[in-house]
T-cell receptor, first 111, second 119 residues
């Protein structure tokens, strides 16, 4: 079983829809990251959080430490949001700074 | 805005050939990571450097892969000989020192990656 699980694996939405991507993890963490990877391959860090909630523009990330669960929400989705969204955690006690990655959620937003 | 640079962006090679990838981290970043990402999977760590020292290379296939960061700045990842299963995206990332000037910071900054195809 992977230490970081994401759902869904693939998601297709219509422009304007509210989107939720979920991430569950099974290890103790010091931080959780949401990353965005566009078809060209480059990865951009969206959020790093260890508690509560963060918001940046139309993106919102939440984390529940007790339940070991995080969600990434996109409001008023747009075709340019189409990308792979990856959840990753920095585990406590693991090799310093290493990220453990989920397999990613491929989002496609149709106009 | 400072970025992590990688080259080449794309590489096609035949199996049994040698390939090399280069990464230049953001200036001043002490920690450098090389990841391999197979299509449809999340990245997996190959090697982590802190300055010029290897912190973790436990997942690096050392019979064919090597990595160096001689002066603690840029880094080279080499595969010799390449195999069909090495076809993947190779990502480099860097992070600054921790808040107290040592260790590592959690945020990693990723380069654009090198897509390797082995024929």
């Amino acid at each position: 079983k992977n230490e970081v699980e994401q759902s869904p694996q693939n998601l297709t939405a219509q422009e304007g829809e509210f989107i939720t991507i979920n991430c569950s993890y099974s290890v103790g963490i010091s931080a959780l990251h949401w990353l965005q990877q566009h078809p060209g391959g480059g990865i951009v860090s969206l959020f790093m959080l260890s508690s509560g909630k963060k918001k940046h523009g139309r993106l919102i990330a939440t984390i529940n430490i007790q339940e070991k669960h995080s969600s990434l929400h996109i409001t008023a989705s747009h075709p340019r949001d189409s990308a792979v969204y990856i959840c990753a955690v920095t585990s406590r006690g693991g090799s310093q700074g290493n990220l453990i990655f989920g397999k990613g959620t491929k989002l496609s937003v149709k106009p | 805005e400072a970025e992590v640079a990688q080259s080449p962006r794309y590489k096609i090679t035949e199996k049994s050939q040698a390939v090399a990838f280069w990464c230049d981290p953001i200036s001043g970043h002490a920690t450098l990571y090389w990841y391999r990402q197979i299509l449809g999977q999340g990245p997996e760590l190959l090697v982590q450097f802190q300055d010029e020292s290897v912190v973790d290379d436990s997942q690096l296939p050392k019979d064919r892969f090597s990595a160096e960061r001689l002066k603690g700045v840029d880094s080279t990842l080499k595969i010799q000989p390449a195999e069909l299963g090495d076809s993947a995206m190779y990502l480099c990332a860097s992070s600054p020192r921790g808040e107290r000037g040592y260790g590592y910071a959690d945020t990693q900054y990723f380069g654009p990656g090198t897509r390797l195809t082995v024929l």
